[in-house]
C-alpha cells in the first residue's frame, strides 16, 4: 500500500528482446566476467591479454603532438558549441586529405562523416543498411559489434568464414554462396581484428571483383590502417573503389592508441559516385543527426593532430607491436595445447585454437580462460564470443615484458591441467 491507497501498478520493466538478443553478442561484457574470477589476494599484476587498449602502457603512449592539439583547442574556446551532424567541417577535410594519400583519387570532405569512434560508425552504417528485408555478409571471427548493431536495428546477419589455413583470407566462394537479392553489403576488417592478418592487393581486388558481381558495396573497416608489421604492405579497400562501391571506416583510436578519445570517421570511397547515387551518405549524415555527437573540441583537434605527429612516433609504435607479436608467436609455440595458424603481421590480436584432448579437466574455451583467470591472473578473450567455440583471442598489445610473463603462466596453467605424459 502507498499513500494509504492501493499499489501502484507499474507498467515498465519488461525486457526488451531485441537488446537481450544484441547483448548475446557483447564481447567485452564476456572478457569484463572474467575479471570477477580473479584472485585478490594474487600479488602478480594481471596479464589483460583479452581486449585491445594499449594506451594503458607507457610503451604505447600516443604522440605529445596529438596531446598537445586536444589541449590547445580546449583551451581556445573555439569548439565548446555543437557542431554539424555530418561533423566538424576541419576534421572533415582532415580526414579526407589523410585518405587521399594511399588512394589513387581524391576524396573530399564531403565524403566524410565525423563518429564517435569506429563503433560508432558500425551503428550508423547497420542502421543505414537495415531495410526490410535486407542482409549484410559478416566475417568469421569477426568483430562482433557488428552482429550485436545489426540485432538491434533488425538487419539480418550472415557469416562467411575466413581460412585459417590461408592466412585468414575470405572465402571468396562462400560468399558468393551466401548473397541473394537480398545482400547488400560485406563487411571486411584490415588489418584484421581478431587474426592479425593483412590482406594482400591481389586478395583485396578479388573481393572487389565478387562485390561487383553480386551488386554488393564494401564495408572496410580500417581503425588498424598501417597496423602493419610483418612483409605485407597495408593496402586499403578504397584503391579498389572503381570495381565496387566502399564506405571505407576508420578512427585514430589504434594508430594513434587513443580508444578513450572516440574519435572515428565513415567516408565514401567511391570515385564513380554510386553510395552518393543511392542516398548512402545522405542517410549516413541523417542517422547522425539524431544519434551521439562526438566531442567538438577532438574533432577541432583532429587536423593538428594528423599534421604534428611525426613519422618516428609510428616506427616506435609499429616496433614495439611487432617485438610484442614476435614474442607471442615464439611463446605460444611452446604452450603444447594452443595452436596458432598464422602468424601475426598487423592489428594488435592474433586467433589460436586450443586442443582440448591435451587436458583433463577443461571443457571448453570459456572454461580455460576462467581457469587462467583465477588461477594465473591473465585475462584471455574465449572465442566463442566471436563464434569461434575452442579457440582464443589473445591480444599482444602489451608492454613486451608483461607479455611474455602472462604467457609464461599460462603455458604453467596449461602443464598443471594437462593430461599426464605416458
Known amino acids: ?42 600479488p602478480r599484476p594481471v596479464v589483460p591479454l583479452g581486449h585491445g587498449d594499449p594506451s594503458v602502457f607507457a610503451c604505447f603512449r600516443t604522440a605529445a603532438a596529438a596531446e598537445e ?42 565524403d566524410v562523416v565525423i563518429t564517435a569512434g569506429c563503433n560508432h560508425a558500425i551503428e550508423v552504417m547497420m542502421a543505414v543498411l537495415a531495410a526490410p ?25 550472415r557469416h562467411y568464414e575466413l581460412l585459417p589455413d590461408n592466412g585468414w583470407e575470405v572465402d ?105 547515387e543511392k542516398k548512402i551518405i545522405d542517410s549516413v549524415i541523417g542517422y547522425r543527426a539524431i544519434s551521439v555527437d562526438p566531442a567538438t573540441f577532438v574533432q577541432g583537434a583532429l587536423p593538428q593532430i594528423i599534421a604534428n605527429t611525426d613519422k618516428a612516433f609510428f616506427e616506435n609504435a609499429m616496433n614495439v607491436l611487432r617485438e610484442a607479436a614476435e614474442i607471442c608467436y615464439q611463446k605460444l609455440k611452446e604452450i603444447e595445447c594452443i595452436t596458432c595458424p598464422h602468424k601475426p603481421e598487423g592489428s594488435m590480436f592474433v586467433m589460436v585454437k586450443l586442443d582440448l584432448s591435451c587436458f583433463d579437466d577443461i571443457h571448453d574455451d570459456v572454461d580455460f580462460c576462467t581457469k587462467v583467470a583465477r588461477e594465473e591472473s591473465v585475462l584471455i578473450c574465449p572465442g566463442s564470443g566471436l563464434g569461434m567455440k575452442d579457440w582464443l583471442r589473445i591480444t599482444f598489445a602489451v608492454d613486451p615484458p608483461l607479455l611474455e610473463d602472462g604467457l609464461e603462466r599460462v603455458k604453467s596453467c596449461c602443464k598443471r591441467h594437462g593430461k599426464p605424459r605416458r
Open 69 to 110: 592539439a586536444v589541449v590547445a583547442t580546449a583551451l581556445s574556446g573555439k569548439h565548446n558549441n555543437y557542431a554539424r551532424a555530418a561533423g566538424v567541417e576541419e576534421a572533415r577535410s582532415a580526414v579526407a586529405a589523410y585518405l587521399s594519400r594511399d588512394l589513387p583519387y581524391e576524396v573530399t570532405a564531403a
Open 172 to 276: 571468396l566462394d562462400g560468399v558468393e554462396a551466401l548473397a541473394d537479392e537480398s545482400t547488400v553489403a560485406m563487411v571486411i576488417v584490415n588489418p584484421n581484428n581478431p587474426c592479425g592478418c593483412v590482406y594482400s592487393y591481389d586478395h583485396l581486388a578479388n573481393i572487389a571483383k565478387t562485390a561487383r558481381k553480386l551488386g554488393i558495396l564494401v564495408i572496410s573497416d580500417e581503425v588498424y590502417d598501417h597496423c602493419v608489421f610483418g612483409s605485407k604492405p597495408f593496402v586499403p579497400m578504397g584503391v579498389f573503389g572503381e570495381i565496387a562501391p566502399v564506405v571505407t571506416m576508420g578512427g585514430i583510436s589504434k594508430r594513434w592508441m587513443v580508444p578513450g578519445w572516440r574519435l572515428g570517421w565513415i567516408a565514401a570511397t567511391d570515385p564513380n559516385g554510386i553510395l552518393r
Open 133 to 157: 528485408g535486407a542482409n549484410v555478409l559478416l566475417p568469421r571471427p569477426g568483430f562482433p559489434m557488428y552482429e550485436s548493431r545489426a540485432t538491434l536495428c533488425g538487419l539480418e546477419f
Open 1 to 42: 500500500m502507498e499513500n494509504g491507497g492501493e499499489a501502484a501498478k507499474w507498467r515498465f520493466g519488461a525486457a526488451n528482446p531485441a537488446l537481450e538478443a544484441a547483448g548475446r553478442h557483447n564481447i567485452r561484457s564476456l572478457v569484463h566476467d572474467l575479471y570477477d574470477c580473479l584472485d585478490k589476494t594474487d
